[in-house]
């Protein structure tokens, strides 16, 4: 396809330089001299600056979701999950809680397909979880989604998540270790 070899470029240029800016600031230049802010902050988990990072963990959680969905076994998706989601959640609560995408049929099998695109960058939170937030441009419905991740022993696993289809308003959580702070107000997570 003319052109498309251009468009991965700029993306990965793109991605390149908020590298960059994450890592060195937007000068460019790494201070000699790290403020206790700044150790504080280098000692978070490293965010994924790679958009194939992004996707895989999108991609990973909505499978095993629509695995789940499918066969009505909730366990791996839990066991994946990091500690505090699991002890909040059991197989049964996700059972309860992804009901109403099991009883429609729901297909989630387009997360393997198509692209995410992100309603917000990638950012982590003040306490270093991952926020992976926006839709996969399915047709007739769009799969939205509400993603974090705590790091645990070096791997990124799911602390939260909230999936929702263009017949409900906005994503709704269905589980989650901790009460979490949205970064977008219009969004709502509760425990």
């Known amino acids: 396809m003319p052109g498309f070899g251009n468009s991965m470029q700029l993306i990965a240029r793109a991605v390149t330089a908020l ?19 700044q150790a504080a902050a280098a000692a978070l988990p490293s965010l994924p600056v790679t958009l194939e990072q992004a996707l895989y963990l999108i991609r990973s959680t909505l499978l095993t979701l629509n695995d789940a969905n499918r066969t009505g076994n909730y366990t791996v998706l839990r066991d994946l999950a990091a500690p505090d989601f699991q002890a909040r959640n059991t197989a049964a609560d996700l059972a309860l809680n992804f009901l109403d995408l099991r009883r429609r049929n729901f297909d989630l099998y387009g997360a393997a397909l198509l692209a995410p695109q992100f309603s917000d960058a990638p950012a982590l939170d003040q306490r270093g979880m991952l926020r992976l937030a926006g839709y996969i441009p399915t047709r007739p419905q769009q799969i939205q989604f509400d ?9 990124w696993r799911l602390i939260a998540i909230a999936i929702a289809t263009p017949e ?24």
Do not use: E, N, R, Y
């Not at 590298?19 to 802010?37: E, V, Y």
């Not at 993603?147 to 791997?155: D, E, H, I």
């Not at 409900?168 to 425990?191: E, G, I, L, N, R």
């Open 147 to 155: 993603l974090t991740f705590q790091t645990v022993a070096g791997q």
């Open 19 to 37: 590298a960059l800016l994450l890592c060195c600031g937007s000068d460019g230049a790494m201070a000699q001299q790290k403020t206790p802010a």
């Open 168 to 191: 409900a308003a906005s994503p709704q959580p269905q589980a989650q270790a901790t009460p979490m702070k949205p970064a977008v107000p219009a969004q709502k997570k509760t425990p």
